[in-house]
């Protein structure tokens, strides 16, 4: 079956870096569509950034612009979240999603994708 598995998630101070990963295994995923969701305490899911299978076509919620970036390693089945610049504002648990559909676009909606991760929290101090 299809595993996304994230890692990478902790407790930085505010202004500094860190590197989330997602592995995926069960899927074809040099031709899935990657993204990145986060959810805060007593808020909605949003997304924040979002991958095409072979790193084309990026997008970026207005949130996060500028201070992540998202690429993809295809022969490791892995893709990645960078963050820096990270702010109290930055605090939640982020999502690895994968939509199968071979050579789909991007898209920051959560409902194109069809498997999620079981998420990694990160956590960011003031």
């Known amino acids: 079956q299809v595993q996304l598995v994230e890692s990478g998630g902790g407790l930085v101070q505010a202004g500094g870096s860190l590197r989330l990963s997602c592995a995926a295994s069960?899927?074809?995923?040099?031709?899935?569509?990657m993204g990145w969701f986060r959810q805060a305490p007593g808020k909605e899911r949003e997304a924040a950034a979002a991958?095409?299978?072979?790193?084309?076509?990026?997008q970026y919620a207005n949130s996060v612009k500028g201070r992540f970036t998202i690429s993809r390693d295809n022969p490791k089945n892995t893709v990645y979240l960078q963050m820096n610049s990270l702010g109290p504002e930055d605090t939640a648990i982020y999502y690895c999603a994968a939509r199968s559909s071979p050579f789909a676009g991007t898209s920051l909606s959560g409902s194109w994708y069809n498997y999620w991760g079981q998420g990694t929290q990160v956590t960011v101090s003031s």
């Open positions: 991958i095409n299978w072979r790193g084309g076509d990026i």
């Open positions: 069960g899927l074809s995923f040099n031709t899935a569509a």
